[in-house]
Structures are given as structure tokens and as C-alpha cells.
């Protein structure tokens, strides 16, 4: 007999109605960014995993302004839906004290997106013309974890324009987070 005792079940299920796509870029919703970054990325880059323990969509979407032949931005987020274990202590761990791991990164715990979320945010601008800026969004509902990040370098702008400030980029996040999610229940 075993000392191990299997997982609590959340309600409505491990996945509670999400779904880990085989094209997560085709689910995105990103529309916040579109105003700063209005080209479409001709090839953005997906991936995907089906096991039975673990479900997992991946996309990366480069962000360009409308003149723009390289990236002035980047973008990707990540599904994961956990069959057999429970993520939430190790999410927790891992994003609450993400702060604790790597120097310089700002973590702010939010409400009202799933069970548990957090903001991870960068700036190493500091007033320069060099640096970059980054922001995460970290989401557990249920046995679903959900990631949603922006990152961008100052030297990918000209010098006469200023990419967006992170707490801008931040509020694009939770946009866009929450209607991608909706999104990956009603597919």
C-alpha cells in the first residue's frame, strides 16, 4: 500500500474546460499590443505536446511596428494543462518568489484572473537609451498554468520613439490574458 495519497481533483476538473491547441498562435488574443505593433508577424513559431500527464501549447509572435522589417518586440505565452499532479505548490514557489531567483524583477501577486496570478516586470532603461523592459503574466486555474510575456530592447526603437513603458505593457497583459482564456475554453 502506498504512503502517497493521490491529488484533490479541482472542481470542474483538472482542465476546468481549457483546451492546450495544437496552433496556440491561432488562439492568441493580442489585440492590446496591435496598436504599437500593427504588422503582423508572417511566421510566428508554435509548438505542441500531448502526453498523459501533461498537455502543453506553446507560441512566440515577434511584434513590429508598421515600418519595421526586424522585431521591435516580443511576445509569447505558454499553456499547460496538468492531468495527474497538482501545480499549484510548485506555481506558487516558482512565481512568488521569482524576485528571489534573479536580480532586478519586480513581483506583484493580482487578483481577479484564476485561482492564483502574478506579474513579473523588468526595466533596465533607468532614463538610458539602452536596456530593455519585460513583463510576464503568470496564471494557475485550477491544474491549468498560463504564461503571457513582452519583452523589448531599446535599441530595436529609433531614437526619436520610446517603446511602451512596462506598467503600459502590463495592463495589455491582463487584457489579453483574460480573453485568451476565454478563448481556450470555448475551443
Request: aromatic content about 10%; hydrophobic content about 25%; charged content about 20%.
Amino acid at each position: 500500500m502506498s504512503s502517497c495519497s493521490a491529488a484533490t481533483t479541482p472542481p470542474g476538473g483538472p482542465a476546468r474546460g481549457y483546451q492546450a491547441t495544437s496552433d496556440l498562435c491561432s488562439s492568441v488574443d493580442y489585440s492590446s499590443f496591435k496598436n504599437e505593433y500593427p504588422q503582423e508577424d508572417s511566421s510566428p513559431i508554435h509548438s505542441a505536446l500531448k502526453a498523459d500527464a501533461l498537455d502543453e501549447s506553446y507560441c512566440s509572435i515577434s511584434l513590429k511596428k508598421t515600418s519595421s522589417s526586424y522585431s521591435d518586440a516580443y511576445f509569447s505565452l505558454q499553456v499547460d494543462l496538468h492531468h495527474t499532479t497538482d501545480p499549484g505548490p510548485e506555481f506558487t514557489a516558482q512565481w512568488q518568489n521569482y524576485g528571489d531567483r534573479y536580480d532586478g524583477y519586480k513581483v506583484e501577486k493580482i487578483t481577479g484572473i484564476g485561482d492564483e496570478a502574478y506579474v513579473v516586470t523588468e526595466d533596465t532603461t533607468s532614463g538610458s537609451t539602452t536596456g530593455s523592459r519585460a513583463a510576464t503574466l503568470a496564471v494557475r486555474d485550477g491544474w491549468m498554468t498560463y504564461q503571457m510575456s513582452w519583452s523589448v530592447y531599446l535599441s530595436s526603437y529609433d531614437s526619436d520613439t520610446n517603446p511602451p513603458q512596462v506598467d503600459e505593457a502590463t495592463q495589455w497583459l491582463k487584457t489579453d490574458t483574460k480573453a485568451t482564456l476565454e478563448k481556450l475554453k470555448a475551443t
